[in-house]
């Protein structure tokens, strides 16, 4: 997608209904600085506030993302291309957030270890050695929760029974048993339980 392109189309759809950005930063509860990010093209709107916007502009989704109005026999190919685009978009940030979450990974245990270390090796009365240790896990824990949570929502998990790719709670990742990024957990398809592994397309 085009950002500059949809930011000089959010522009001129915004002047069209006579509003300022800040007018139409009030319709949409966000600063006047969102609005100016998106139409220099260093931002595109949220998706949770896309179809609002798109309703005050009076333009479609579809419109929005082409960063044009569109005829009636350009409308369903655009939609299309658009659909594949924000398919690849989520795939590259889900490889991101995946390679993020080996960096958590270690540094949680990095954390975890080095006043550990200190701990058992340095000269000190028990309650320093104790506060020094303890040190470690609660950084350690909040890095393995935001591991977690990426893991939950990056990608898709597929199950070896029926094949189908879904997203799972957070509670359901964390309470089961893994191998790496494959998991040990119930369907909410088939109902069954499976080791399933991560994959970052919705479809095969």
């Given at each position: 997608m085009d950002q500059i392109k949809i930011g000089k189309f959010i522009a001129e759809c915004r002047k069209k209904q006579n509003l300022t950005q800040m007018g139409l930063a009030e319709k949409l509860n966000i600063t006047d600085r969102a609005v100016s990010k998106w139409e220099t093209g260093?931002?595109?709107?949220?998706?949770?506030?896309?179809?609002?916007?798109?309703?005050?502009l009076k333009i479609t989704?579809?419109?929005?993302?082409?960063?044009e109005v569109l005829s009636m026999e350009t409308y369903n190919?655009?939609?299309?291309?658009n659909l594949i685009e924000m398919i690849?978009?989520?795939e590259r940030n889900d490889k991101m957030l995946l390679a993020l979450e080996w960096v958590?990974?270690?540094?949680?245990?990095?954390?975890?270890?080095?006043?550990?270390?200190?701990?058992?090796?340095?000269?000190m009365e028990e309650w320093q050695r104790i506060l020094i240790?303890?040190?470690?896990?609660?950084?350690?824990?909040?890095?393995?929760?935001?591991?977690?949570?990426?893991?939950?929502i990056a990608g898709y998990y597929e199950c070896k029974e029926c094949g189908y790719r879904y997203v799972p709670t957070y509670?359901?990742?964390?309470?089961?048993?893994h191998m790496g990024?494959?998991?040990?957990?119930?369907?909410?398809?088939?109902?069954?339980?499976?080791?399933?592994?991560?994959?970052?397309?919705?479809?095969?």
């Amino acid at each position: 997608m085009d950002q500059i392109k949809i930011g000089k189309f959010i522009a001129e759809c915004r002047k069209k209904q006579n509003l300022t950005q800040m007018g139409l930063a009030e319709k949409l509860n966000i600063t006047d600085r969102a609005v100016s990010k998106w139409e220099t093209g260093r931002a595109l709107p949220d998706s949770n506030i896309m179809l609002e916007l798109c309703s005050i502009l009076k333009i479609t989704v579809n419109e929005l993302l082409c960063g044009e109005v569109l005829s009636m026999e350009t409308y369903n190919k655009n939609v299309e291309e658009n659909l594949i685009e924000m398919i690849k978009e989520k795939e590259r940030n889900d490889k991101m957030l995946l390679a993020l979450e080996w960096v958590i990974g270690i540094l949680s245990v990095i954390v975890l270890f080095v006043p550990i270390i200190i701990g058992s090796l340095l000269p000190m009365e028990e309650w320093q050695r104790i506060l020094i240790v303890f040190s470690g896990f609660i950084p350690c824990l909040v890095g393995v929760f935001f591991a977690v949570k990426i893991e939950q929502i990056a990608g898709y998990y597929e199950c070896k029974e029926c094949g189908y790719r879904y997203v799972p709670t957070y509670k359901a990742v964390n309470l089961s048993m893994h191998m790496g990024r494959t998991r040990y957990m119930t369907c909410p398809k088939c109902g069954k339980k499976s080791w399933q592994k991560k994959k970052l397309s919705k479809n095969k």
